[in-house]
C-alpha cells in the first residue's frame, strides 16, 4: 500500500512538471511558427492544460480500468469548476468581459447535457466515444473560427502575455518532446498506483478517478488560474477552466468509450453527472451575464468551493463505509 501511494505521489509531481514544459514547448512552438496568440490560447494551451488527464485516462482504459478514466474525467471537471474557479473567485472576484467566453458558456453546458445523454443508458460504447470525438472535432474547428475573426477580443490580449515569445523553436522542440516523455511515464505511474490503492482498499477505481487522480490532474489548472486573476487576467482564469472542462468531456472521455467500451457504475449516472451538471449550470448563470458583464463574487466562490468540499467529503465517507 505504501508503495503504492509513492507512486501516486511520485506519478502526480511528475505529471504536474512535465505538463508545464509540454504546453510551454507547444505554445512557444506555435508562436514559432506564425500561429496567432488567440489561436494558440484556445486550442494549444486549452489542449496541453488536458493533456495530463488525457493521457491518465488513456493509460486507464488501455490497462482495463475505464472507471478509472470515466472518473478522472467527471472529477477533473468538477474540481476545475469547485475547487479551482471556487478558491480563485474567493480570493479574487472575477469579472467576464470576454465576448468569446460568452459564446463558450453555452457551448460548455450544451456538451456537459450531450456527456449526460448518450451515458443515460448506463454504459459508455464506441457508438458514445464517437460522437464525444467528431464533437470535439466541431469544437476544435469553432475555435479556430473564433481566432481568426475575435482578435480584437479582451481575453487575446491576455493570451499574448502568457505566451513564452523567448525561446527558440529547437528548445521548443525539446521541451515539447520532454514534456511528452515524462507525461506518458508519469501517466503509467499514477494509474499503475490508483489501481492498485484501488484494489487494496477494496473501492472501485471510479472513486479513485473522482478524488486523488481528478485532484491531481487538476493542480496545473489551480496554479494558472490564481496565477492569471492575481495579474487582472479574470477572462483567462475562468477561460482556462472552460476550455479544460470542454476538453475533458470531448477529448478525455471518449478514450473509455473508444477503447473500453461498456458499462459503468450505475453511481456515476446517479451521483456524480448530476454533480457536474449542477456546478456548470450554476458556472453558466454566474458567469454569462445576460445582458452585462458576468461575474463570479467572493461569496459564489465560497458556494462553489463548499459545494466541492461537500462532494468529496460524501466520496470519502463512501470509500470508509465501504
Request: glycine share 10%; proline share 5%.
Amino acid at each position: 500500500m505504501l508503495l503504492f501511494s509513492i507512486a501516486i505521489l511520485v506519478g502526480l509531481i511528475i505529471l504536474v512538471w512535465s505538463a508545464d514544459r509540454f504546453i510551454s514547448g507547444a505554445a512557444a512552438l506555435a508562436d514559432n511558427l506564425g500561429v496567432s496568440p488567440m489561436l494558440i490560447g484556445l486550442t494549444v494551451v486549452g489542449l496541453g492544460t488536458s493533456a495530463p488527464e488525457v493521457l491518465v485516462s488513456t493509460m486507464a482504459a488501455m490497462s482495463g480500468n475505464p472507471g478509472l478514466a470515466i472518473g478522472n474525467a467527471i472529477g477533473s471537471n468538477i474540481a476545475n469548476i469547485g475547487l479551482i474557479l471556487g478558491f480563485t473567485a474567493l480570493l479574487i472576484p472575477l469579472s467576464v468581459h470576454s465576448s468569446v467566453l460568452k459564446r463558450e458558456y453555452p457551448i460548455l453546458l450544451a456538451v456537459t447535457l450531450l456527456c449526460l445523454l448518450l451515458m443515460w443508458d448506463g454504459e459508455l460504447n464506441q457508438f458514445d466515444g464517437a460522437v464525444l470525438a467528431i464533437t470535439l472535432v466541431g469544437v476544435l474547428g469553432w475555435m479556430i473560427y473564433t481566432a481568426k475573426t475575435g482578435a480584437a477580443d479582451p481575453i487575446a490580449g491576455e493570451f499574448d502575455a502568457e505566451i513564452p515569445h523567448d525561446i527558440p523553436t529547437r528548445k521548443a522542440i525539446i521541451l515539447l518532446l520532454v514534456g511528452l516523455a515524462f507525461l506518458l511515464l508519469s501517466s503509467r505511474l499514477l494509474v499503475w498506483g490508483a489501481t492498485n490503492v484501488a484494489i487494496a482498499l477494496g473501492v472501485s477505481d471510479v472513486i479513485i478517478g473522482l478524488t486523488i487522480v481528478a485532484i491531481g490532474t487538476s493542480l496545473p489548472e489551480l496554479a494558472a488560474s490564481i496565477t492569471s486573476a492575481m495579474k487582472g487576467e479574470d477572462d483567462l482564469a475562468i477561460g482556462n477552466v472552460i476550455g479544460s472542462n470542454l476538453y475533458n468531456m470531448l477529448a478525455v472521455l471518449s478514450i473509455p468509450g473508444l477503447v473500453a467500451p461498456g458499462p459503468y457504475a450505475p453511481e456515476v449516472l446517479t451521483r456524480d453527472l448530476p454533480v457536474m451538471l449542477g456546478l456548470t449550470l450554476f458556472l453558466f448563470f454566474m458567469g454569462y451575464g445576460f445582458g452585462k458583464p458576468g461575474r463570479i463574487n467572493r461569496l459564489e466562490g465560497a458556494i462553489l468551493l463548499l459545494a466541492f468540499v461537500g462532494y468529496q467529503s460524501f466520496l470519502f465517507f463512501t470509500l470508509v463505509n465501504t
